[in-house]
């Protein structure tokens, strides 16, 4: 499983393009859920998928950003059809500063808390041109990150239960067969409301979930840190000249410019049972085949008792 993975890029590059080779037509239809049918026989049957509500996903993940490692502790929490939360400790190795970041979805609402932070520091996150946002700047990107974040379930659902988020209906059809030197995948597209497009490959042998791929515009993030408090790191400058240099360089660097749209990848690995379904405990992410970022799984809960205000903005 592990030996194939590292090859699915091949395999993606193999399979470019036969999806619309193949149409939508009933018979692509028929044969993608044949083949997920395969797949959710294997990771524990239709049956058991069909009974869960919720799960919790805990583990420490590893991230690269700007050639700087940031590590920590990563949960997620779903509730079907939904409810949606991402949470995660950051620690600046080296910088002797850790915050935490809270992001989710409680049914049409949206909230983040992200201003959790220790050792004294200021961090400062800045995207697009370094202007000013106004509060039709600010709506649009709260909008903007709520699609993500349903999004962003509906492709962990997929991935994992190999079924349609419930409210997230899903169309399939088989794109392919990708072939390389060590196995072959079984290709899936999935579309769906808000944009959603993914391909999800099946190994062959195993069936189980090699990747799922999606296009997207390259993650792109400036930061700037600063220690001590206002006045401490980074010669005594204070935020607002600190801000100002960021802008700049912002300007500089031609962050304006529209982002490139690249292939976004998931890899899975390392199977084990949990809560009687066969789960990954290894996620690997990136764009274009690199890997930026690793997920090393500790526990899952199927079907957790939350709080009943687990969801609801802070």
């Given at each position: 499983?592990?030996?194939?993975?590292?090859?699915?890029?091949?395999?993606?590059?193999?399979?470019?393009?036969?999806?619309?080779?193949?149409?939508r037509d009933?018979?692509?239809?028929?044969?993608?859920?044949?083949?997920?049918?395969?797949?959710?026989?294997?990771?524990?049957?239709?049956?058991?998928?069909?009974?869960?509500?919720?799960?919790?996903?805990?583990?420490?993940?590893?991230?690269?950003?700007?050639?700087?490692?940031?590590?920590?502790?990563?949960?997620?929490?779903?509730?079907?059809?939904?409810k949606y939360?991402?949470?995660?400790?950051?620690?600046?190795?080296?910088?002797?500063?850790?915050?935490?970041?809270?992001?989710?979805?409680?049914?049409?609402?949206?909230?983040a808390d992200?201003?959790?932070?220790?050792?004294?520091?200021?961090?400062?996150?800045?995207?697009?041109?370094?202007?000013?946002?106004?509060?039709?700047?600010?709506?649009?990107?709260?909008?903007?990150?709520?699609?993500?974040?349903?999004?962003?379930?509906?492709?962990?659902?997929?991935?994992?239960?190999?079924?349609?988020?419930?409210?997230?209906?899903?169309?399939?059809?088989?794109?392919?067969?990708?072939?390389?030197?060590?196995?072959?995948?079984?290709?899936?597209?999935?579309?769906?409301?808000?944009?959603?497009?993914?391909?999800?490959?099946?190994?062959?042998?195993?069936?189980?979930?090699?990747?799922?791929?999606?296009?997207?515009?390259?993650?792109?993030?400036?930061?700037?840190?600063?220690?001590?408090?206002?006045?401490?790191?980074?010669?005594?400058?204070?935020?607002?000249?600190?801000?100002?240099?960021?802008?700049?360089?912002?300007?500089?660097?031609?962050?304006?410019?529209?982002?490139?749209?690249?292939?976004?990848?998931?890899?899975?690995?390392?199977?084990?049972?949990?809560?009687?379904?066969?789960?990954?405990?290894?996620?690997?992410?990136?764009?274009?085949?690199?890997?930026?970022?690793?997920?090393?799984?500790?526990?899952?809960?199927?079907?957790?008792?939350?709080?009943?205000?687990?969801?609801?903005?802070?």
């Open positions: 499983m592990q030996r194939l993975s590292r090859t699915i890029l091949v395999l993606a590059l193999v399979v470019a393009g036969a999806g619309a080779a193949t149409g009933n018979a692509s239809a028929a044969r993608a859920e044949e083949v997920l049918k395969q797949a959710r026989a294997a990771i524990g049957g239709e049956a058991k998928i069909g009974g869960v509500r919720g799960l919790s996903i805990k583990g420490k993940y590893r991230r690269v950003i700007q050639e700087r490692e940031l590590s920590g502790e990563r949960e997620f929490d779903l509730l079907l059809p939904d939360m991402r949470t995660e400790s950051v620690v600046m190795q080296g910088m002797g500063m850790s915050m935490t970041n809270t992001r989710a979805i409680n049914g049409s609402e949206f909230w992200g201003g959790r932070g220790r050792a004294g520091g200021t961090m400062m996150i800045m995207r697009g041109d370094g202007k000013e946002p106004t509060l039709e700047d600010l709506a649009r990107a709260e909008q903007e990150q709520a699609r993500q974040m349903r999004v962003e379930l509906a492709r962990y659902v997929l991935a994992l239960l190999l079924t349609p988020s419930p409210g997230f209906p899903l169309e399939f059809t088989y794109a392919g067969e990708a072939t390389a030197d060590d196995g072959s995948a079984d290709v899936i597209d999935a579309a769906g409301p808000e944009g959603f497009a993914a391909r999800l490959f099946l190994d062959k042998r195993t069936h189980l979930p090699l990747m799922l791929s999606y296009r997207a515009p390259k993650p792109r993030v400036f930061t700037m840190m600063q220690q001590g408090g206002p006045r401490g790191g980074h010669g005594g400058k204070s935020q607002e000249e600190l801000v100002k240099e960021a802008r700049e360089k912002l300007k500089e660097q031609g962050e304006a410019a529209k982002p490139e749209e690249v292939e976004m990848q998931i890899r899975f690995s390392e199977y084990r049972e949990s809560g009687g379904l066969l789960l990954p405990h290894r996620i690997a992410s990136g764009p274009d085949g690199e890997t930026t970022e690793e997920w090393e799984i500790k526990t899952y809960s199927v079907n957790p008792q939350f709080k009943a205000d687990k969801f609801q903005k802070r």
